[in-house]
């Protein structure tokens, strides 16, 4: 599940960097998926370890990063949606492809990772 998280991580800054300079590098919170990648590319790496014990730790703090960012990306996209709403102004479409990108990714990742947790626990491995 290690690897796993690596390209998920690759997957994020790659989305995030994307998102900055595709709007002309003016909106430094297009970075946030970057800031999410590389907190999961740190926790990935260190949970590719021969102990079982350091790999749980870090993969739990992997999933909990996730589930916080996508917390995060969910309140927002309802936050933005009831504020252009209310106003009646239209939301700028990167900004909500990369909130929803960022969404469906972290989305994927803690699916990913509860099921696997699921798996080694009925394996008898927890």
Same mark, same amino acid.
């Given at each position: 599940? %290690?690897? @796993? ?6 997957? +994020? ?9 595709? /709007? *002309? ?32 730790? &870090?993969?739990? /703090?992997?999933?909990?990063? %996730?589930?916080? *960012? &996508? ?15 209310? %106003? ?5 479409? %990167? ?10 990714? +972290?989305?994927?990742?803690? @699916?990913?990772?509860?099921?696997? &947790? ?9």
């Amino acid at each position: 599940m %290690a690897k @796993v998280t690596l390209v998920f991580a690759v997957l +994020l800054v790659a989305l995030g960097l994307l998102g900055y300079l595709g /709007t *002309g590098s003016q909106h430094p919170t297009a970075l946030i998926p970057t800031w999410i990648g590389m907190a999961l590319g740190v926790g990935g790496y260190l949970s590719i370890s021969p102990k079982e014990s350091r790999r749980k730790l &870090f993969m739990h /703090t992997n999933v909990t990063v %996730a589930l916080l *960012g &996508f917390i995060g990306v969910a309140v927002e996209l309802v936050r933005s949606s009831i504020h252009a709403s209310s %106003a009646g102004v239209a939301t700028n479409p %990167a900004a909500l492809a990369s909130k929803i990108a960022m969404a469906a990714l +972290l989305l994927i990742y803690i @699916v990913l990772c509860v099921r696997s &947790f699921v798996a080694a626990r009925r394996a008898g491995k927890v």
